[in-house]
């Protein structure tokens, strides 16, 4: 099946005004001014984007895509994520992953997940492991699984700085990077270790100290949630002047989080203004994991689902604030992740080549219609595609 999409607003993330796009099957096959009637092909859908943005799939690295949660007992599982959930928000690449609860959870529970919605229409790929070192694997090791497994492309999310973290000392983690490495290495993969970071005291001291007395490059160590705490964005800036990237965690605001939380907007800013290279910087959703809320005696006191549809709506705040030009905002949910996970040139861009996963914004912004990898997802905002037991 052929597609051309035509007279949108072309941003790849790079702007390229109006353009037309002709999608083969998966890929994207040609990227012109003007491209004319294309004859000896049949089934040719034509797609008018005059008036529209068109811009490359967003990627989330951070998805509880098979449930998360726990934290509250049984009944706090989250479920599984549903493939319109994903879509409708414009993510056309997910990165699944387990959290703290790693026990009624499994990386097989995860990997199967990830295949079902990849058959439903997006791509999926999943970080081996949970919280806890040593970590959860599904062959014996995070060497073997990313070198066995085509769908993991690193570790993590392994917790620091957080009660509910193993507590794990600098050789521990140490030892998780180096098999990441190694087996990033055999495997062809980025071999990326995405940390979680809470709260705690020790903030990014093990990351620091990890890149100053080892021979790890410090690239693949990716921490997430750098924002959730004022003081945590100093050190990720750090960090990131050091050669790292820094996740920052979308829906994270002082209302449902720290008093200290930074929101995606503000901690951009603040990054920049810090010297750190906004091409290291990515934003992800942390969607469908559990969002539990403790007092200072760790006691919870609430739980609630995290949203997909926040890793948008808080980087076109970026661009609507006058932080970031839609040029600079697009990269963060776009090519920096794809740099990052070793997905680039297939993911990340729009170009001659690559693999066809489009959002078209309208005027204000708002997600119109969706494709992954040339197939129709979304269209005016709502699902065309749905899951297996989706009403």
């Not at 005291?201 to 620091?208: C, I, T, V």
């Not at 750098?226 to 979308?250: C, Q, Y």
Request: charged share 20%.
């Amino acid at each position: 099946m052929f597609k051309i999409i035509r007279n949108g607003e072309l941003y790849t993330p790079q702007y390229l005004g109006k353009n037309d796009i002709l999608i083969a099957g998966e890929k994207i096959a040609l990227i012109n001014k003007s491209i004319g009637k294309v004859t000896g092909v049949p089934e040719i859908d034509e797609i008018d984007a005059t008036g529209y943005i068109v811009v490359p799939g967003f990627i989330d690295q951070h998805v509880h895509i098979a449930g998360g949660g726990g934290e509250g007992g049984p009944v706090t599982r989250t479920p599984e994520i549903s493939i319109s959930s994903l879509a409708t928000a414009g993510i056309t690449t997910v990165v699944g992953l387990l959290g703290a609860d790693g026990v009624t959870r499994s990386v097989a529970e995860l990997l199967a997940k990830a295949r079902a919605l990849e058959q439903e229409g997006i791509s999926a790929y999943i970080f081996t492991g949970a919280y806890e070192i040593p970590t959860r694997t599904l062959t014996g090791s995070v060497r073997s699984d990313l070198v066995l497994i085509d769908k993991v492309l690193g570790v993590g999310e392994i917790a620091i700085s957080d009660h509910r973290s193993a507590q794990p000392t600098l050789e521990m983690l140490v030892q998780v990077a180096a098999e990441a490495r190694i087996g990033g290495l055999l495997g062809k993969k980025a071999g990326i270790v995405h940390v979680h970071v809470g709260e705690g005291k020790q903030g990014l001291a093990l990351l620091m100290d990890l890149a100053k007395q080892t021979d790890i490059p410090v690239q693949q160590m990716a921490p997430t949630h750098v924002n959730r705490i004022e003081r945590l964005l100093s050190e990720a800036a750090e960090l990131v002047k050091m050669g790292a990237f820094a996740d920052l965690t979308a829906g994270i605001y002082t209302d449902n989080a720290s008093p200290d939380a930074v929101e995606v907007c503000d901690a951009v800013a603040a990054l920049i203004k810090k010297g750190a290279d906004i091409a290291r910087i990515t934003v992800s959703s942390d969607g469908n994991g559990s969002l539990p809320v403790f007092d200072d005696r760790g006691n919870l006191t609430s739980i609630m689902v995290g949203s997909v549809r926040v890793l948008w709506e808080d980087v076109r705040k970026t661009i609507f604030n006058g932080v970031l030009s839609m040029e600079q905002a697009l990269p963060l949910i776009t090519l920096n992740p794809a740099l990052l996970l070793g997905l680039v040139p297939a993911k990340g861009t729009i170009r001659s080549g690559s693999d066809a996963d489009i959002v078209m914004l309208d005027g204000n912004l708002d997600i119109q219609r969706v494709f992954a990898r040339g197939k129709l997802m979304v269209d005016r905002g709502l699902p065309v595609v749905k899951g297996y037991f989706e009403n």
